[in-house]
């Protein structure tokens, strides 16, 4: 269950990190041979200082625009290449965070070259949510368990308890309070109550 629920957390964060690298990238134009971002993306993540969410966009070697978050620092993933699916890798952020890094470059027919666009979350992220659901499973295997151990016991002491009568007669019996054991009981031990009478008859 955790490990599935890690996989499922995990292709969401990548989703998120997947749609702000999209969004980067519609907002990208060439403006006189100058790459410009006709917008930014408005998660307000983006914006507190070192937040563990960045986004960077180079042309070449040189930034063209980052994050207000990244206070200047530059993100230490490389591009996957012109023509290359997005790229997904984790990296060490400038807080020495464990970081996973969304890259991918992007062609425009303006462009003299290819632009990489980089978006990153902290890993804390998906581990926080995993540690959550752990904590709320064990809670609730627990609550099971025990709910499963009181039925097992009301269970058990149901099913004993045509033997406990059945013992209650064979003491009348014993005692001479009664000759035979009533043959109405318990649909469970009539076999044996048939046999223990037959056992009584060959004793007289």
Known sequence: LIALFRGQIQR???QTL?????ELASAAEVDN???KLTWEPADPRFRPPLSGWYWE???GATTVKRSSSLLGYNLTAT???PGQPHLFKNVSG???ASLRVIAQDIILPEAEQPFTV???GPCSVVQRDVLTFMGQLAIALVVLALT????IVTQVTYGLRPLGILHAALAEVRDGRRQRLETSGPAEVAPLIEELNGVLDERD
């Not at 997947?18 to 999209?22: K, T, V």
């Not at 499963?148 to 039925?151: G, T, V």
């Open 57 to 59: 966009v180079r042309s």
């Open 33 to 35: 041979g100058t790459l």
């Open 18 to 22: 997947i749609g702000h690298l999209e």
């Open 148 to 151: 499963l151990a009181a039925l």
């Open 118 to 120: 980089f978006v990153a």
């Open 12 to 14: 969401h964060f990548d």
């Open 94 to 96: 400038p807080d020495n």
């Open 79 to 81: 591009s996957p290449g």
